[in-house]
Nanobody, 116 residues
């Protein structure tokens, strides 16, 4: 069973940065796609950023230019570098991975709060 464990969330002020990590219990090369989703209170979960096995990335319009998704295959870890954070980025951030056949895997989430 694959496990995904997020870390790196916290409380920051507007304009500051955070880096989230998602450590997998096994090789991330197995995944067709890995993503970061987020869910703010009272809102639906939304896709923030995706990285495909090919290395191609894409982002939600709201974070383009501020967030960067990356991965370290040697460490079996995915990252989300978040710069110029805004109060509207406040949410629980979830790591997600998709493997053709077995399907979807989710982490437990990490809270990011952007506030003065």
């Amino acid at each position: 069973q694959v496990q995904l464990v997020e870390s790196g969330g916290g409380l920051v002020q507007p304009g500051e940065s955070l880096r989230l990590s998602c450590a997998a219990s096994g090789s991330i090369s197995r995944f067709y796609a890995m993503d970061w989703f987020r869910q703010a209170p009272g809102k639906q979960r939304e896709l923030v950023a995706r990285i495909l096995s090919s290395g191609i990335t894409n982002y939600a319009d709201s974070v383009t230019g501020r967030f960067t998704i990356s991965r370290d295959m040697a460490k079996d870890t995915m990252y989300l570098q978040m710069n110029s954070l805004k109060p509207e980025d406040t949410a629980v951030y979830y790591c997600h991975a998709f493997r053709i056949g077995p399907g979807d895997y989710w982490g437990q989430g990490t809270q990011v709060t952007v506030s003065l």
